[in-house]
């Protein structure tokens, strides 16, 4: 009873999700090195939330890939469940976080811009999700909750999976998609048209790549996956694989591939040079 079968057959799906996010570890990797090696990148301040959202992330999307691939060993599908139950949570805090700095930034309601503190922010964005899954480990524990099974390490129950996980993401996507909605409003009625055919071609296309930032980091893709629930749309479900596992990746090429990062490239690709030509 403590060995868990191994998984003899992958889906399509399960197979296009996992190569999404090895994709968007790929891209969280890098994205990650640049913030870090590049003060200059973000602001102090949104780096940090956003990095916290790369980790977070990042280590969600590695233990989905795990999950799929059996141990053998039960105890640790459960632990590889309840981590990644855990990550994907603090993920969505931290998304609900940068959603609610976002607005508090633009918005005209703000008058005071103050910042928020990070140590309130990690109690938040840590702390929910670990009063969730340690009482969802206490009730795996006496047998009312289930962590892994013989084909995946994750929640099996569906009406558990709602409440502890699809519950809370549902809330926070919700408030994410409000405040998007509220800001992308206000920012469009703030950005003022050019009567030149260049200029505007070119305010056109900052403010795709701003609402693109935001619809990223609010994690607004992740309504896709409430779809297929709805009777007639389960064909939706290819691109729940593809979309919420490319959320990574996105975020990585929205936030890193700017003039900053291609300066920095060039720079140390110019040092490695000059210092081997040297030698």
């Given at each position: 009873h403590d060995v868990v079968p191994q998984i003899e057959s992958v889906s399509g799906i399960q197979i296009i999700s996992i190569f999404f996010s090895v994709l968007s570890v790929a891209g969280m990797l890098v994205a990650f090195y640049f913030h870090q090696s590049i003060p200059s990148m973000t602001t102090?301040?949104?780096g940090r939330m956003f990095s916290h959202l790369l980790?977070?992330?990042l280590l969600s999307q590695l233990l989905f890939i795990l999950s799929g691939l059996q141990?053998?060993?039960?105890?640790?599908?459960?632990?590889?469940?309840?981590?990644?139950h855990y990550m994907w949570l603090v993920s969505f805090m931290w998304m609900n976080v940068l959603s609610v700095s976002y607005y508090r930034s633009f918005s005209s309601f703000y008058k005071k811009k103050e910042v928020m503190g990070l140590v309130f922010l990690k109690m938040y964005a840590f702390g929910i999700?670990?009063?969730?899954?340690?009482?969802?480990?206490?009730?795996?524990?006496?047998?009312?909750f289930q962590y892994g099974s013989e084909s995946f390490c994750w929640i099996i129950e569906q009406m558990q999976l709602g409440l502890s996980f699809a519950l809370p993401v549902g809330v926070v996507i919700i408030v994410n998609t409000t405040l998007f909605i509220l800001l992308s409003i206000q920012l469009r009625s703030a950005m003022a048209t050019s009567a030149d055919a260049q200029v505007?071609?070119?305010?056109?296309?900052?403010?795709?790549?701003?609402?693109?930032?935001?619809?990223?980091?609010t994690g607004l893709v992740w309504i896709i996956v409430f779809l297929p629930n709805?009777?007639?749309?389960?064909?939706?479900?290819y691109a729940v694989a593809i979309?919420?596992?490319?959320?990574?990746?996105?975020?990585?090429?929205?936030?890193?591939?700017n003039r900053k990062s291609v300066d920095f490239v060039k720079t140390r690709v110019s040092t490695l040079f000059s210092g081997n030509f040297t030698r």
């Open positions: 102090k301040h949104f980790v977070s992330l141990t053998g060993i039960k105890a640790l599908c459960v632990i590889i469940a309840a981590f990644q999700p670990a009063l969730i899954v340690g009482t969802c480990l206490g009730l795996h524990y006496f047998h009312k505007q071609v070119y305010e056109n296309k900052q403010q795709f790549l701003m609402f693109a930032k935001l619809c990223s980091v709805i009777p007639g749309l389960g064909f939706m479900n979309l919420p596992s490319l959320n990574g990746f996105l975020l990585a090429v929205l936030f890193t591939a």
